[in-house]
Nanobody, 117 residues
């Protein structure tokens, strides 16, 4: 069964940095894209950043210039370097994986990021 394990969240002051990691279990299908979504209390889950197997990245406007997404050489781990964090970045962050059969991996438990002002 496919599993996503997120880590790296925590409590940080505004202006600080965190690095999130997510490892995806391997399947018979290759990974086409990986990324991160986030969900704040009472809000819908929203896309933060994506990276394709070819290395093309896509960022939400609200993180451009502050967050950087990357992947491991093996291709099954995705990272999110978050700099200049703001209180409005406070949310649970969830890893996203899309396989070559176009199936999305089930959401993991997420990792909580809390930014204090």
């Amino acid at each position: 069964q496919v599993q996503l394990v997120e880590s790296g969240g925590g409590l940080v002051q505004a202006g600080g940095s965190l690095r999130l990691s997510c490892a995806a279990s391997r399947t018979i299908f290759s990974i086409n894209a990986m990324g991160w979504y986030r969900q704040a209390p009472g809000q819908e889950r929203e896309l933060v950043a994506l990276i394709t197997s070819g290395g093309v990245t896509n960022y939400a406007d609200f993180v451009k210039g502050r967050f950087t997404i990357s992947r491991s050489n093996a291709g099954n781990t995705v990272y999110l370097q978050m700099n200049s964090l703001k209180p409005e970045d406070t949310a649970a962050y969830y890893c996203y994986v899309r396989y070559s059969n176009n199936a999305r991996a089930p959401w993991g438990r997420g990792t909580q990021v809390t930014v204090s002002s």
